[in-house]
């Protein structure tokens, strides 16, 4: 489709008369009447009934018409965007990320480009590390955020340290284990886990049961309400371990450690604005958490 034949055709049926289109398309009625003449010719259609009364669109002409606008509209929007992309403006983007991430800086993150970027439209995906770099793989993500260990090397893409991240095995403030000041890694065995992933995880196996969820403030209320062992960041729970509403279990066998924290994107491809604006985000904000003190 020639998109300037259509706003030819779009501008006949919003005068409703050829000489005052071919006025406001800046052509002369003669070169307007051919190019709608050549339309009509090619695949067979009147478009329009000329009369003394004006050019009225019959009934395949609505139907065309209606498609064009929405052509046009469309490529309008990508006229637009491709204006903004060599000044670097950010419009859109479309990023993947872990449950931890997501509980810990997702809101906020979102908010900081909202406010940075007017008119910018995110879209995110939470989920494991295989469902994430699937999608990633796929393009239907331009990025993932995630830690090393969930995401390690991946076939077909490239991964970009933005900072650290502090884990460590939790409890809620007045659980039994909290009281002791060493404890074994098999003291923990005896009570359930709290994970966002499948259990067996991060060294604990979750014979005494498990709660799987991917919703970080759920596994948080759970931890509050019942005796499961969770490995979370102090940083998410950084209130209640203040407050005394949360522990951070010392255990023989598995200690706190810090976590990579990645940009992973898919190998050769341009970044946009949008992904660098992102990863800046989220190192300044992994460094003021590492700062953060409890």
Not at 83 to 102: D, H, I, K, M, N
Not at 103 to 125: C, D, E, F, V
Not at 159 to 185: F, N, Q, S
């Amino acid at each position: 489709m020639d998109i300037t034949r259509l706003r030819h055709i779009v501008a006949v049926a919003r005068n409703q008369s050829f000489s005052r289109a071919a006025e406001e398309e800046g052509i002369t009625q003669p070169a307007l009447s051919r190019s709608i003449a050549a339309f009509e010719q090619r695949h067979g259609v009147v478009l329009f009934d000329r009369g003394r009364g004006g050019a009225h669109p019959t009934a395949v002409g609505l139907a065309v018409i209606e498609r064009a606008q929405a052509l046009l509209a469309a490529a309008g929007d990508l006229e637009r965007s491709l204006r903004r992309y060599p000044g670097g403006e950010v419009s859109r983007v479309a990023f993947g990320l872990g449950p931890l991430l997501t509980g810990l800086m997702l809101p906020r993150l979102a908010a900081s480009l909202l406010g940075a970027y007017p008119g910018i439209q995110i879209k995110t995906l939470v989920g494991t590390s295989d469902q994430l770099v699937s999608e990633l793989l796929g393009d239907r993500i331009e990025m993932i955020l995630g830690n090393n260990w969930n995401l390690g090397r991946v076939a077909g893409t490239e991964v970009e340290k933005l900072g650290k991240l502090k884990v460590a095995v939790m409890a809620r403030g007045d659980h039994p284990l909290a009281r002791v000041r060493r404890i074994d890694a098999a003291a923990i065995e005896a009570y359930p886990i709290a994970s966002a992933v499948e259990l067996p995880s991060g060294g604990i196996s979750g014979q005494a049961g498990g709660f799987v969820c991917s919703n970080f403030h759920a596994l948080r209320e759970t931890v509050l309400r019942s005796d499961c062992i969770w490995v979370c960041s102090p940083a998410f729970v950084a209130e209640d371990l203040r407050e005394g509403r949360m522990a951070m279990l010392d255990v023989a066998d598995i200690a706190p450690t810090d976590s990579d924290i990645c940009l992973v994107l898919k190998r050769g491809r341009t970044r946009s604005a949008a992904a660098v604006a992102v990863a800046a985000e989220v190192r300044a904000m992994l460094v003021e958490v590492a700062t953060t003190t409890i």
